[in-house]
Structures are given as structure tokens and as C-alpha cells.
């Protein structure tokens, strides 16, 4: 499927989150933030894994049996209804049509969405380890590896609602960049534009990916743009501490010295400490940088993703 510049992410999810009426009970689990909010800067594509491989609704409860990493999934009520062939047939087959994806958001616990801490019970059912994952999670992990995947309980955490929502919009860029055709210079300004927003990641990770792109004349391309992305997308889980961001924040504020006047360097300075301080929020010292590259226009600074990851109106930023 193809995105062009003006489409929206693609996000899949457990469609029980949008509030389809497809869980066990004939009920959902709609998720305000998901639902209102989020909805508004991205496309969804729902899935519910179990109407999926052709169970009811209602319908009888499933659960993980067995092995926490190879469970099965089983009915509660008759153990011997075995679902899990049917659940990683019907995995593997959407796993092959959902490449354009930019993200998934999963249900916490199910057994079959569930991406970690999920129930799994012993062969005799009379206790259980919160050590699996759904069927359809892991599966859809494994095979997508990439992909920015996240449970909609964790989403409820503002540091890791903002690492997920940025992790979509870079690989939404990734996946337009390839789109619109690889190439060695394509993917130099893909690395520079991203480059505050990896060191607030990593600065190690920032000047391996800047090393390995060094080489783009002696290796394959695809090749390089396959390690470059795996590297990436693994780095940006990472959680940013406030200690990364003030890093990153006094690193461009260096692209300002020469243009603002005393009182307007130390207004930011001290915003930035503020921020160290857990003062203010994020939005605070971003805010009065931009502020700034408006009236002092740098080309540099201009085409920098940190300065704006992810849609304004979200406020991700004003909460951590």
C-alpha cells in the first residue's frame, strides 16, 4: 500500500480499542486516547485476531496453557479445543499484508494480543506466570520486527506515549523514503535531519549509523539501509532522560549563540535548567528555542525532526 507525503501514519490494533464489539463477552475496551485523540493525526487499521480465525461473539473464554515461550491457546471451559495452529495461520497471513504499517497498539492481557505479562497457565490449569505473549503479539513481533509495537495500558505512561508516537512518524518516514526510491544522498538527509532526535537516543548510535553510512560507496545499498533501520528503530525505544534532552537542548542552542543577544541567552539557559530542575515540562525550553529559529532562521536547524517529531496538537511534550 502506498503512503505519499500528505497521508497520515498507518496504525494497527487490537479493534476492541476503537470500540468494536468483538471481545469474548460482546463488549469492548475503547480507549479515549486512542479513540478521540490520536485518531484525529493517523489511519487505523483494526483487527481482532479471535473473530478473526472465526470464533463468536460472545464466546467461550481462551487462555495460554503450558511453555510461557511456545503456550498454547486453549479454551477455558474445554482445554481440548486447541486454537493455536488456527491463530499463527491467520497471523502469518496478515503479517504478509500489513508491511505498510507504521505502528501497532495491542491489548494488554489477551491471550492473544497481549505483548508481555500475559497469563500463562500449567497443562493442569491450577496456576499461572504473568511470562507469555498472545499468540498474534509475538507472531507479529517476530515477523515485523521493525514495526513500533505497544500495549494501550503503557500508553497511559506520558514518557512512553511519546516514545511510541515517535517511533511511528520516523518509521512513516522510512517507509516514505523508500516509497519514493532509495538513495545513498536520500539517505544521508534522512540521517541528518534525524540527528538530534537519535543523540537524544544515543549519541554512540548517531555516530555508528553516521560510520555506517560512510561506506555507502563500498556496500550495497539495500544492504546498508537494512542495518541502518534495524540499529535505528532499536534505539528509539530507549527511553530520552531529561538529562539526554538537556544535552540535545544546549547542542542546538549552540546554533543560536551568535545570533541572540545576552538577556535572550540567559532567559534560555535558565529555561533549560528549569527543565533539569523538572521545573517545566519539555514544551517549555522547545518552545522558546523555536520561538527564537523564527526570527533568527537557520537552514540546518530547519530541517531538524527533534524540534517537531510528532503533531503539535498532540502535546506530547507537555507532559514530560
Known amino acids: 500500500m502506498n503512503q505519499s507525503d500528505t497521508t497520515k501514519p498507518i496504525i494497527g490494533l487490537s479493534a476492541c480499542l476503537l470500540g468494536h464489539q468483538v471481545r469474548y463477552d460482546g463488549g469492548h ?17 483494526p483487527l481482532c485476531p479471535e473473530t478473526g480465525i472465526g470464533l463468536g461473539v460472545p464466546r467461550p473464554t481462551i487462555r495460554l496453557i503450558g511453555d510461557p515461550d511456545k503456550p498454547r491457546l486453549v479454551g477455558v471451559a474445554d482445554p481440548s ?37 500475559v497469563k500463562v497457565f500449567s497443562e493442569q490449569g491450577t496456576h499461572a506466570e504473568r511470562k507469555g505473549s498472545g499468540i498474534f503479539a509475538k507472531l507479529l513481533m517476530e ?36 516509497q519514493q526510491g532509495l ?27 553516521g560510520r555506517l553510512l560512510s561506506n555507502l560507496a563500498d556496500e550495497e545499498l539495500d544492504q546498508i539501509a537494512a542495518t541502518y533501520i534495524e540499529a535505528l528503530m532499536q534505539t528509539l525505544k530507549r527511553r530520552v532522560t531529561r538529562s539526554r534532552h538537556v544535552n540535545v537542548l544546549q547542542h542546538i ?23 533539569r530542575r523538572m521545573e517545566t515540562p519539555l514544551v517549555v525550553p522547545m518552545t522558546l528555542l ?21 503533531p503539535e496538537k498532540l502535546g506530547l511534550r507537555n507532559l514530560i
Not at 91 to 100: I, V
Not at 106 to 117: D, Q, T, W
Not at 148 to 159: F, I, M, Q, T, Y
Not at 255 to 274: F, G, H, M, P, Q
Request: hydrophobic residues 30%; positive net charge; charged residues 25%.
Open 253 to 275: 542552542m549552540g546554533y543560536l549563540k551568535k545570533r541572540i543577544n545576552t538577556d535572550d541567552k540567559s532567559e534560555l539557559v535558565s529555561c533549560i535548567e528549569a527543565y
Open 29 to 45: 475496551k475503547r480507549d479515549r486516547f486512542i479513540a478521540e485523540i490520536l485518531q484525529e493525526h493517523v489511519e487505523y487499521h
Open 81 to 117: 479445543q486447541d486454537f493455536t495452529r488456527q491463530m499463527q495461520r491467520y497471523t502469518l497471513q496478515q503479517t504478509e499484508r500489513l508491511d505498510h504499517l507504521c505502528g501497532y497498539i495491542l491489548k494488554k492481557n489477551s491471550p492473544s494480543c497481549g505483548m508481555s505479562r
Open 290 to 310: 523555536k520561538h527564537y529559529f523564527r526570527l533568527h532562521p537557520d537552514n540546518y536547524m530547519s530541517r531538524q525532526i527533534y524540534l517537531q517529531p510528532h
Open 143 to 178: 515477523k515485523l520486527p521493525y514495526l513500533p509495537v505497544e500495549e494501550e495500558g503503557r500508553l497511559n505512561d506520558p514518557v512512553l506515549r511519546e516514545n511510541f508516537i515517535n517511533r511511528i512518524f520516523v518509521y512513516h518516514r522510512w517507509q516514505l523514503l523508500r
Open 183 to 209: 538513495s545513498a544522498a536520500k539517505l544521508i538527509d534522512f540521517h541528518t535531519n534525524h540527528k538530534y532526535l537519535v543523540m537524544a537516543h544515543s549519541q554512540a548510535t548517531y555516530q555508528r549509523l
